[in-house]
């Protein structure tokens, strides 16, 4: 199954990206500041965070995993958790939906970006 991991390729694209997590880390979505610009300072909103290190990158890759849908909600809820969000099993089910669904749109190896609500890929 595609997933969303953590990678420092086209770093430096913009301006403003940054990449904490470390290389080939699963990400999912973190905390979003209200009313946060795409470009704000905060970064929220053009992020995603590590499952692990809870510590956010501009930049990821979609690689193809021998990874269960299961094991990938498992694997949100325990990030939520970590995170603060809860142990909501529905949130982490939306979660794991919405990553498989952003993932799918992109060729395996391809370097992805957020804008917002937008994933759009860059040129490696």
Not at 63 to 79: N, P
Not at 93 to 112: P, S, T, Y
Request: hydrophobic share 35%; charged share 30%; glycine share 8%.
């Amino acid at each position: 199954m595609k997933v969303l991991v953590a990678t420092e390729k086209t770093q430096g694209a913009r301006e403003n990206d940054f990449c904490f997590v470390p290389e080939g880390e699963m990400v999912t979505f973190g905390y979003e500041c209200e009313g946060e610009a795409t470009d704000g300072p905060c970064g929220c909103r053009r992020s995603l965070v590590g499952v692990e290190c809870r510590k956010a990158t501009t930049t990821m890759r979609v690689l193809d995993l021998a990874i269960t849908r299961s094991k990938l909600e498992e694997t949100c809820r325990h990030s939520l958790k970590q995170g603060g969000f809860g142990d909501d099993p529905e949130l982490a089910a939306d979660c794991a939906d919405c990553l498989i669904l952003i993932a799918r749109q992109f060729e395996d190896g391809a370097v992805i970006e957020r804008r917002s609500d937008v994933f759009q890929e860059r040129e490696v």
